[in-house]
């Protein structure tokens, strides 16, 4: 893939694609918010005297709607930066380590991480987020999904959040997503009965027949949601996994059993429009004695051991299935990320910049 | 008090007087929602044969925000019943017993219960969710108050729900309210900081010099919630106890602290609206790992005991104030319900019918 452009006896330097951020966006960001440029160049070996850096080929970059909010110039209540105009959009990531002065890592190691840089190579100066990928028996693109940020956001709001119950009613939204489909698949093997809601037929047919919902439905044909949640869940709904807001939010509260639990992962509706929709039915959440709470994976990563070991042999076994919507090519980066906004993809959002 | 209507050799037969209930109410409830009637008559002593009936003598009723979910039809959600229309309106009250063929309950004996008719005489056919008050060293009236309903709220809403900590900074609306007055002077107890809003200068001055809260402000001369509350919190809330809802909660979540709690007790402000308002903030919960628990205090009554054990000492130590606002007669109940919803009150609503 790497095009040499010069070759001095001492290093070689290659073109290094990127996808620049160009500026802050207001409403739906669109393609052209940013640009794909094979202008700047990289070294692919690192002086041998600046300890602690590592040169990164980029394999995977995932595609996340919590990054619409760092496309804003200010990003109130910020957990992670917002991205600067002129330079690479970032993100999850996997990465094969090409040279490294860093005493953690060598070369030939795999690496995921939260600020993978979008573009073919990387010059990591801050390792401390980084983690080694140890199992490699399971695609590598996984650890964008399942075994990365989604997968542990999915697995900490369903366990840790929803204290979830055998034969509670859950209810995903955005359910084919990157984090629904696997929130239904663990509220499954927990002894649950599930229903999820989603975009599309496609969707609604891979919820019911690849990853076992009891039911699902298309939001986009039912033009009374509440009336929908009554035909689904007739006898409420005591774990809502909600990823969306707006009037699906409104219309579940209006359906939450007494001591129900909501899971405040996303809301997706609301990310690009300035003044959100209102909530008008949080009454409820006395009525009904509800419980509320939003959270992030990261404040929960030392969980991760578990969560791996609890998962992966579920994989292995078949008993969890996961669904990727792969792009081939940097080029068509922004597309993807764009279309995660008009739900254009099926399953967790991946752009593919190398293989290895 | 009791006025003789009849006296036949074997029974005394009174004048009874009522507030009656008139019919389902839309919007701000009003005086007229309600009649004062001397229409009816008791007999005061029970028939020996009929087991199992308390008579009771009422003596302070209490004025709860709750009550105007009562006045709907359809109480959506509701935990308990809507009004009768013709008949009393109900709710928690502190009664003297008269006669009592109970076998738990006997004549003289002080009870207090969430049925209390709103009339002077009452006959109990169902004595299940009646409390004996054991502790006669307090004024009776608080049995509606601080050591009742609104006490068990505060309690239960402060230190169960919103896990406070040393050093908190804890925000409470309608704070000089049966509840938020106590809810303030535990958090101060507990070595937290406390800011209050009222709707008046009065209250305002009531929550600075007498409840010891380090900060209070009155929300009507606000025009931007928002600003208020970031110079009275400059550095956040960790908790808010939620007694209002609407424009106060939007404002609130703008401010709230990562890892922060919110106790929602009750939303006055949207109590007499048909469509409430948008909460347009809720992304924050995300954003700050915000947890937003509904909780109703009889599902806490199990903890009634340790809750009397704590906080009776604090009242005769002076630890803890209680403020009540008192009203003299069942003719001026109508109007002290009325009242809470336009902020009439200052502390306590209760109405005295009769003090022993």
């Not at 939260?114 to 199992?135: D, G």
């Not at 792969?326 to 068509?332: A, I, K």
Request: glycine share 10%; charged share 20%; with cysteine.
């Amino acid at each position: 893939m790497a095009e040499v452009m010069e070759a001095l006896p001492e290093v070689v330097v290659v073109r290094n694609k990127q996808v620049l951020f160009k500026d802050y966006v207001n409403g739906y960001p669109k393609e052209s918010d940013m640009v794909v440029t094979s202008n700047a160049t990289i070294r692919l070996e690192l002086p041998k005297n600046d300890g602690g850096l590592i040169l990164s080929k980029n394999l995977y970059l995932s595609c996340d709607p919590y990054m619409r909010g760092r496309m804003k110039e200010t990003f109130t209540g910020s957990y992670v930066p917002s991205f600067t105009p002129g330079s690479p959009l970032s993100g999850y990531g996997v990465a094969k380590v090409l040279d490294s002065t860093h005493p953690d890592f060598k070369k030939g190691d795999l690496i995921s991480g939260p600020f993978t840089n979008w573009e073919e190579y990387s010059l990591i100066t801050n390792a401390e987020s980084l983690i080694k990928i140890q199992h490699t028996d399971v695609p590598l693109s996984y650890y964008t999904g399942i075994f990365g940020m989604p997968g542990m956001t999915a697995y900490v709001g369903f366990y840790e959040i929803c204290s979830p119950k055998k034969g509670d009613i859950v209810f995903v939204s955005a359910a084919s997503g990157a984090v629904g489909q696997l929130v239904g698949q663990f509220a499954k093997l927990h002894g649950c009965y599930v229903v999820g809601s989603a975009g599309s037929n496609e969707k609604v047919d891979l919820l019911k027949n690849k990853f076992g919902f009891d039911e699902a439905f298309n939001y986009k044909e039912e033009p009374d949601l509440n009336a929908a949640l009554k035909r689904y869940c007739p006898d409420g709904i005591d774990i809502y996994f909600e990823n969306v807001g707006g009037k699906m939010l409104d219309a579940v509260l209006l359906n939450m059993r007494v001591g129900g639990r909501i899971a405040v992962c996303g809301m997706i509706s609301q990310y690009n429009i300035d003044q959100h929709e209102g909530i008008h039915n949080l009454v409820f959440l006395i009525l009904k004695s509800i419980k509320m709470k939003g959270f992030l994976a990261p404040d929960y990563y030392h969980l991760y051991p578990k969560f791996l070991e609890t998962v992966l042999p579920l994989i292995h076994e078949g008993k969890i299935k996961y669904v990727e919507d792969m792009v081939e090519g940097l080029e068509n980066a922004p597309s993807a990320l764009v279309g995660l906004f008009s739900g254009k993809n099926v399953g967790k959002q991946v752009v593919v910049v190398a293989r290895q």
